[in-house]
Each structure stands twice: as structure tokens, then as C-alpha cells.
């Protein structure tokens, strides 16, 4: 069995969810639900998704991620992937999400202008 742990910290303008473990399709859907609670909240969705402590993630992880992004852009918000591993940046390439689906290489860059906007 596949293990998933999710943490959710509310920073200055970004909400901050670090994933640690594999994200695959029996995990998948704690993810959409966190993701989800994050997404129905006030305001603009600013999510920054650290993905450095994924093992493992295949295309239905990437597919939660690329709606959650989707449904915040909808609502003037996004989410940005920081610590992207080889094996991710891999995917991100091969699915041809890697312009999709923002990431930088730290925390710092990913939250470049977002503890400064309005929520």
C-alpha cells in the first residue's frame, strides 16, 4: 500500500502544502480533497506545492495538481511546484506539462511576488 502524507501551512499571501511519500492513483484523491479545501476558501488561491519529498508520482497525481492549478487560475490565484525531483521534471516534460505547471527550484523564487497581493 501506497503512503501519502500532506501537510498544509497557511503562509503570508500563499498557502504552503508539502507532500511527502507517493502520489500515484490510490493517493491521489487525498490530494484532490486537500487541494480542494484550499480552492474553496476566500479569497485568491495562491497555492505553493512542495513536491522535494515525493518518492513517486505518475499521471494521475499530476493530473490533481494541473486541475487544482486550472481551478485557481479560474479564481486568480495558481499553483506553483518548488523542489521538483529529476523523475518529476521528467514527467512534467514527457506529458508536456512542464510550462503548465510552474516550478522552481526554491521556495524563495516560487513565492516571488505572492506574499504581497491581496487575498
Known amino acids: 500500500m501506497t503512503a501519502l502524507e500532506i501537510e498544509a501551512a497557511r ?3 500563499y498557502w504552503l502544502l508539502t ?19 484550499l480552492l474553496d476558501g476566500p479569497g485568491r488561491p495562491h497555492i505553493v506545492c512542495d513536491v522535494g519529498g ?23 490565484g495558481g499553483l506553483r511546484l ?6 518529476l ?3 512534467l516534460e514527457i506529458t508536456r506539462l512542464a510550462e503548465e505547471l510552474p516550478a522552481y527550484d526554491d521556495l524563495d523564487h ?7 497581493r491581496p487575498e
Open 89 to 91: 521534471a521528467s514527467l
Open 11 to 13: 503562509r503570508t499571501g
Open 54 to 76: 515525493l518518492a513517486f508520482c505518475d499521471s494521475s497525481g499530476l493530473r490533481s495538481l494541473l486541475v487544482a492549478h486550472q481551478r485557481a487560475q479560474e479564481r486568480g
Open 19 to 37: 507532500l511527502r511519500g507517493e502520489l500515484d492513483r490510490q493517493t491521489q484523491p487525498e490530494l484532490a480533497a486537500a487541494l480542494r479545501a
Open 110 to 116: 516560487a513565492t516571488s511576488g505572492l506574499t504581497h
Open 82 to 87: 518548488v523542489e521538483v525531483r529529476a523523475s
